[in-house]
């Protein structure tokens, strides 16, 4: 049932859901065993921490499992997972957030982290850079940018993922594109 | 020139050889003569080597997962009891109505009973009452949710209100450094009092508003990623992301809505 790359075929994907839904718990593990690496990457991508990312795909597909109920055969099911995806980790990053924003020590850690790349642009930490910026993009853009690049979906396949049209996807991938040059333009150089 | 602009939104796509081959040939060759076109493609390509860095990471990251055994853990913390009762509903329970016909009956009847009783008092009954779990005063239902709700829409209204001034203020005073930080503290307040409005919006009556609130969040949520001080592109980028999504006007309009219906 499970391939390599954790795809699998909605009816397969229907028949495990129905499972789960009535307490199969190998269904759910199957589940879990298909999307667990599309959960992770999208976690990581927002969150950049292992530990955390794993914490996180351990709370979507709880979640999952307590909310089965509502979704209904025939829905885009990567898309509804994903939806409890991204409002988990939008959740844990607010929760981060204010957490930060209790140490007076911590109120400009990212302002710093940017500026002492800036300075010296040789030294930043290129991964640590992109992914900051990814996070200031607007949400759908954030999406569709980490899905095309770190997910390697082609534009068809997040467009079936987020369950919005092709044309959108590409729109998105070139606002998203457009706006991550304007936040790292220090760092790339030259722009205009 | 034309070719330019016609391409422009393309090259993303171009890149990541998303397009048509025949678009892409066409795109190539056009992309040999411009020299603008070929900055513009370069600046790009800087950027997806940042991203290409950032995946590389992320394999790493995830070449150190067990993802065979994780299934399993996962499925180690599924709450037992919902995992019974799921059970008992698959099988037990029709059992129990095929072989029992006596049990079902008797409880068909009690039901059946209690609402008919229900029926013939509910016209007697004064109204159903609540206890208010921090006073323990009895009041009516109705009476306990009415104020409830006019609670949440003043609530709202005052939590609309020192968005709409904070927002007037930051697109006035852009990067002024004396009022920044204040901006960030009033920010943060906000942010911090919405925690506390979610549960009172959960109302269906309240769901406009909740929908503005939520994009006021994720604003202040950006601005608060932000520093203190704006730099003009960043103002310029929160000017558009208010003007776009009209967060100043849907502001007024729901505020009215809800001044209304208070009345």
Redesign the interface.
């Known amino acids: 049932m499970e391939q390599k790359n954790g795809r699998a075929d909605e009816t397969q994907v229907e028949f495990l859901v129905d499972r789960v839904k009535q307490g199969d718990r190998e269904a759910f593990m199957k589940l879990v065993a298909c999307y667990q690496q599309k959960v992770f990457i999208l976690a990581y991508s927002l969150v950049r921490n292992r530990e955390d990312a794993l914490d996180l795909v351990q709370e979507v597909f709880l979640r999952l499992y307590e909310k089965i109920h509502s979704y209904r055969a025939g829905e885009n099911f990567q898309a509804w997972l994903m939806q409890i995806a991204r409002n988990l980790s939008l959740d844990f990053l607010r929760r981060m957030k204010s957490r930060k924003k209790e140490s007076l020590d911590s109120l400009d850690l990212d302002r710093a982290d940017l500026a002492a790349a800036e300075a010296d642009p040789s030294c930043f930490q290129s991964a640590e850079i992109i992914q900051k910026a990814v996070r200031a993009l607007p949400e759908k853009q954030r999406l569709v940018f980490i899905l095309h690049h770190f997910d390697d979906l082609k534009y068809g396949e997040i467009a079936g993922r987020l369950g919005i049209a092709e044309g959108t996807v590409k729109s998105l991938h070139f606002k998203a594109i457009q706006n991550l040059r304007k936040i790292l333009t220090p760092q790339l150089g030259g722009g205009r | 020139m034309k070719k330019c602009k016609q391409y422009k939104?393309d090259w993303?796509?171009f890149l990541?050889r998303?397009l048509n081959p025949k678009i892409m040939e066409v795109m190539s060759r056009h992309l040999q003569d411009c020299p603008a076109c070929q900055?513009e493609v370069e600046?790009?390509r800087?950027?997806?080597?940042?991203?290409?860095?950032?995946?590389?990471?992320?394999q790493q990251?995830?070449a150190?997962?067990d993802?065979?055994a994780?299934?399993?853990?996962?499925?180690s913390?599924?709450p037992e009891k919902?995992?019974r009762?799921?059970?008992a509903t698959?099988g037990g329970g029709w059992r129990l109505w095929k072989w029992q016909p006596l049990a079902a009956g008797l409880f068909l009847g009690l039901l059946l009973g209690g609402a008919l009783t229900f029926l013939v008092f509910k016209s007697r009954e004064p109204g159903r009452l609540t206890a208010r779990q921090e006073t323990g005063i009895a009041m009516p239902a109705e009476l306990v949710d009415r104020v409830d709700l006019v609670l949440a829409r003043k609530e709202t209204i005052d939590y609309l209100e020192r968005s709409q001034y904070l927002l007037l203020d930051i697109l006035q005073t852009g990067s002024a450094p004396a009022s920044s930080l204040l901006q960030q503290e009033r920010i943060?307040q906000l942010?911090?009092d919405k925690k506390y409005l979610n549960n009172q919006l959960d109302d269906l009556r309240l769901m406009k508003a909740r929908a503005i609130c939520d994009q006021i969040e994720?604003l202040f949520?950006?601005l608060?990623?932000?520093?203190p001080e704006l730099s003009a592109?960043e103002l310029e980028?929160v000017r558009k992301?208010i003007e776009d999504k009209q967060l100043l006007l849907k502001i007024n309009l729901v505020k009215k809505e809800l001044q209304q219906s208070e009345v």
């Open positions: 939104k993303p796509a990541s998303q900055d600046q790009q800087r950027l997806l080597t940042l991203a290409d860095n950032f995946k590389k990471e992320l990251v995830m150190t997962v993802w065979e994780l299934p399993a853990v996962i499925a913390r599924l919902e995992e009762q799921a059970t698959a943060r942010l911090t994720l949520l950006e608060s990623q932000l520093s592109a980028r992301m």
